[in-house]
């Protein structure tokens, strides 16, 4: 995907220099030298390249590199329309004619032999060869070749070439003072809340974003004193442009004390109301990064546990209680029925009555395959993360599916016990029905939709496209 942006004199997109890149910039661009910015994902380099070319005059053609990028997407194709066949410049192409800042971004992504294709107009020949047209093209003046790589996300089967490095000025980008220090420095024990569903609308603006929402079913906020909230990012016109999760501190939000259910009481779900708030760019995350598990903290942060994804982790940790749930049922039911004497049956003891032997070894299967199904998935997502490697879609599939199918289990197995409790399981104070009530209401959060997930899942066997929005 490519995007061609033109100074028009608008306000200066927002960069905050810290150091002297952007002097060094000016300079290889005053030279025709093409520039290489090295740094982690999220640290601003696309910003900078943005602000660069803003403040020199010059369009900027972005391209976003990726495993199919062929060296036809950049420099141009033959089209059919109509009768003809007509010639279509690529991005490479289109700057090389018309001056522009050409940037491609996360180039690793794309194929070495496609980056070939650069070498021509990196050196001082600054010439590219269109080999369909038999063109051979010199780069216009304002020309210069800009590209992104981040070292520390790559492996040994994804790097540069030495002789595709050394075609470049190199700048060196971190990040600014963490979101981690902020939340972390002061009390690493500090608790942040959430509430991750895209209720909140935010706006861009020099250095981050004004958000505004309600957010409902923030467990545990009354404890927190910063929270992580879900909001779409909307142009002009309203369109949501980015799905983003923002952090806060306590003193930008509210909680209203609207929990009152019948089920999960203890966990204080309440509303979080945030009114025209500005978050800087370094305390959000587009969830295009987190579901490529490309985040700054997971740069920082080189264990294993965070190369997990988003999809695999968030939807374990509404069903592992569920899960606990079914089994604190199991321990209750058991305890009681080895006590309980059924006057309805002449007295005939629960534990010796056959019927109540099969719902009990029903529901102790059911309670162990869920467990067991997600304890072989986190094993085998840990195994790759531990061995640096990619996160493969078969197994985030596989870990959705018996995501929603454990909570499934641990349901059936809390209702096969509930109703073979008898009457007195229905007083307040019973253990068993609070595990009912509680297991029901974990069921009804959006992570748990069978449907949806089984559907993924699916999918996915069937060689189709699973869809972007996916939480895997």
């Known amino acids: 995907m490519s995007s061609l942006r033109l100074a028009d004199g608008g306000d200066t997109p927002y960069y905050l220099p810290l150091g002297n890149e952007v002097e060094l910039f ?99 020949r ?65 608790r942040a809340s959430s509430s991750y569903a895209p209720t909140g609308r935010a706006t861009a603006v020099d250095g981050g974003h004004q958000l505004t929402g309600r957010w409902s079913f923030s467990s545990g906020c009354n404890h927190a004193t910063w929270v992580l909230l879900g909001g779409f990012v909307v142009d002009d016109q309203g369109h949501p442009v980015d799905f983003r999760t923002f952090l806060l501190p306590i003193r ?49 942060n080189p264990g294993p546990l965070f190369r997990l994804p988003y999809g695999s982790v968030f939807p374990y940790s509404i069903t592992a209680p569920i899960i606990g749930m079914a089994s604190g049922a199991y321990d209750a039911h058991i305890a009681y029925q080895r006590k309980r004497v059924r006057a309805s049956y002449a007295g005939q003891k629960a534990a010796e009555d056959p019927h109540g032997q099969v719902r009990v070894a029903q529901a102790a299967a059911e309670i162990d395959a869920a467990w067991l199904a997600l304890e072989r998935n986190m094993a085998d997502l840990m195994a790759h993360a531990r061995a640096g490697e990619k996160i493969p879609i078969p197994l985030r599939l596989r870990v959705r599916r018996d995501q929603v199918l454990g909570t499934g289990r641990s349901i059936s197995a809390v209702d096969l016990l509930f109703e073979n409790s008898g009457g007195r399981a229905l007083a307040a104070g019973t253990v068993i029905q609070r595990h009912w009530r509680d297991a029901h209401a974990g069921r009804v959060h959006a992570i748990n939709d069978p449907e949806r997930a089984l559907t993924m899942f699916g999918r996915g066997e069937f060689g189709l496209d699973v869809g972007p929005d996916a939480m895997l």
């Not at 708030?277 to 920082?300: I, M, N, W, Y």
């Open 126 to 190: 600054r010439i590219l060869p269109i080999e369909k047209t038999g063109e051979l093209l010199t780069a216009a003046p304002g020309f210069q070749l800009v590209i992104s790589y981040n070292p520390g996300y790559q492996h040994a089967l994804k790097d540069l070439k030495p002789s595709t490095r050394q075609r470049f000025v190199a700048l060196e980008f971190d990040f600014p003072p963490p979101a981690q220090e902020e939340v972390w420095a002061d009390d690493p024990e500090t």
């Open 252 to 300: 930008d939000y509210t909680i209203d004390d609207v929990w009152d259910t019948v089920g999960l009481r203890g966990t204080g779900s309440n509303d979080i109301v945030v009114e025209d708030v500005f978050v800087p760019e370094h305390r959000s995350l587009s969830f295009t990064d987190v579901t490529k598990c490309r985040c700054p903290g997971q740069e920082a």
């Open 26 to 124: 000016r300079a290889a661009h005053e030279r025709a030298l093409p520039v290489m910015l090295k740094g982690p994902t999220g640290c601003g380099k696309t910003r900078f390249v943005e602000h660069m070319a803003h403040v020199l005059g010059r369009p900027l053609v972005t391209v976003a590199c990726h495993d199919d990028l062929s060296a036809s997407d950049l420099t141009g194709r033959y089209l059919i329309k109509g009768s003809e066949t007509v010639w279509l410049d690529g991005p490479l192409t289109t700057a090389v004619r018309t001056g522009a800042i050409c940037y491609l971004d996360e180039v690793v992504e794309a194929r070495q032999d496609t980056l070939v294709v650069i070498h021509p107009v990196t050196d001082d």
